[in-house]
């Protein structure tokens, strides 16, 4: 095999390899790009937020005149912005930074595999991905725009709504499809190809993240796949899936008779929306907790309650939909069903958060840049879920639906929580993935101003929701309660802006290191999982020798041993 692959052209080894590391990476990178876009529009709605009517600046020209007036942001503009944003930062950016490259790359590493089960599903994983990708950024061009009818693409709304909605739908196809052959590679390759010795209760826990996220991946998508298609079929064949009959819109009836259900849509998108979530955060959480292990020397306290809450947390994941429906008058049994589930959804949350917490109890801590946004994860991510509380109650979330809380509360989750682990693993696994190390100063630049930029733009939408400032608003002064909240808008955007700039010390010392002539060590933070007894960078096919694990993730400190930390992978002296 090896030496069939050492004559490999460029294309063959870079565009369209088989190999889970040069996979990982492309996901990685593209990710990372679409993340910056879906970055940039948001940007632009804030210009529109704080300074509603008033031409963008710079770019406001070059948009055309179908989607501004004299360079100021039209109504319709905005509603495709705000769309896109949402469906490029869930599905284009944060689950395939997190799953298709962190787990790409890392899980055939910890797991001391040559590569993922299936090299092949896993390059068409990446290609369907890059498909679906084009599809999306394709519509921003397309008369009408781009998608303009919210991440959730409610009916019927989005049945009538402009080609941007096909474009959408077909877009979603092809991510899911990726999606879907990405979960079952993962659950195939951590059953089958771990190392010898290595258990499951040996796994690191960000394979056992990657494993419940991967059953997600594979259970939840299912049913969207299946709404896009009927809701594909609503917009072209004239079916009446969603449509229901006898709709008025603008005076005009809609031709739609059949009497189909818009709720059904709702059920159906939520049935993959809420597993969505844990999707984008369980990974975060695995990252971190291999981090913190690193960082503090100690085992993680807690390890195996820890991966009961997660299998626990993943099974439950689909019993809570409807939390986000409160709203459409489903009646008191089934909204007491699913408060109830609720609630009980967010205790493993809570024993992962306090185990990771307990961890850096006694511990004599090092605080590389990694080890900051871990530790920052913590809070921020403790933030997002207990906000989500009251929204999933049914009282409270008659109040704060749909309102800037709403928006306050999941971006902590995915924001400076998510975010905060994915960077958390880069600066991590960079030693690992480029042979260099990153700079230490320009990290913490970076680490600290997005801190405190992440906490100006999402707290205070926090505040604005409270005080009723409704979401997906177009112009907020509209209303008395935008005017009054104002100047927290306003700063909310300027926040945005400085978030922007921060990013800037990360870009330099993304490029900057990987010029340098010094190589990293094969193991530089000295951690015990078997990712680190590759050469640095791994070549192909992973490990020059078969690895065997000796013992548990995390043996730190272990009392009697010659250093603090025990690898996997080296059998110790009894
Ligand atoms: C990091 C900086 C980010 C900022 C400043 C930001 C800001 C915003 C803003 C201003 C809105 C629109 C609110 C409205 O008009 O109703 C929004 C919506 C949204 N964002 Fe973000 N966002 C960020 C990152 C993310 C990430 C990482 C994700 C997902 C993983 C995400 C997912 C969404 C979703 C799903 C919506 C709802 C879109 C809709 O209403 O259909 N955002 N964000
Ligand atoms: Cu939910």
Partial sequence: MSEAHAEMGFLRKYVFSTDHKIIGIQYGITALVFLFFGFCLMMMMRWQLAYPGEPIPLIGGLLGETRTDRGAMLPNFYNQLGA???????????????????????????????????????????????????IMLVSFFLPGGAASSGWTSYAPLAVIATTG????????????????????????????????????????FFVWS??????????????????????????????SFFMPSGLVVGGEQIAAVGGGSPLLWQHLFWF????????????????VAEVIAVNTRKPLWGYRPMVYSLLFLGFLSFGVWAHHMYMTGMGTTMSTFFQITTMIISIPSVIILTCLVISLWGASIRFPVPMLFALAFLPMFGIGGLTGLPLGLAAPDAFLHDTYYVIGHFHYVVAPGTIFALFAGIYHWWPKITGRQMNEALGKIHFWFSFLFMNGIFMPMMFEGMAGVS????????????????????????????????????????????????????????A?????????????????????????????????????????????EA
């Fill in 528 to 572: 015990t999982t078997l990712e680190w007894a590759t050469p640095t960078p791994p070549p192909h096919g992973n490990f020059p020798e078969t690895v065997v694990a000796y013992s548990g993730p995390y043996e730190y400190s272990v009392p009697g041993a010659e250093r603090d930390f025990s690898p996997q992978f080296i059998k110790q």
């Fill in 84 to 134: 896109m944003h949402g469906t490029i930062m869930v599905f284009m950016g944060i689950v395939p930074l997190a799953v298709g490259a962190f787990g790409n790359y890392f899980v055939p590493l910890q797991i001391g595999a040559p590569d993922m089960a299936f090299p092949r599903l896993n390059m068409a994983s990446y290609q369907a991905f890059v498909i679906g990708g084009v």
């Fill in 471 to 526: 979401r997906r608003l177009f112009d907020p002064t509209i209303y008395v309660t935008g005017e009054a909240a104002h100047g927290l808008t306003i700063m909310t955007s300027w926040s945005a802006w400085g978030l922007a700039l921060a990013q800037v010390p990360f870009i330099i010392n993304f490029f900057w290191s990987m010029r340098k002539q010094e190589m990293a060590e094969d193991n530089p933070w000295q």
């Fill in 210 to 239: 990657q494993l419940v996220t991967a059953f997600l991946l594979v259970l939840a998508f299912p049913a969207l796949q299946a709404a896009s298609v009927m809701q594909l079929m609503d917009r072209l064949a004239g079916t």
């Fill in 272 to 287: 993959l929306a809420h597993p969505e979530v844990y999707v984008l955060i369980l990974p975060g959480m695995g990252i």
């Fill in 165 to 204: 909605q096909t474009f959408w739908l077909f877009g979603m196809m092809f991510l899911i499809a990726s999606s879907l052959l990405g979960g079952i590679n993962f659950i195939v390759t951590i059953i089958h190809l771990r190392a010898e010795g290595l258990t499951f209760f040996r796994l690191p």
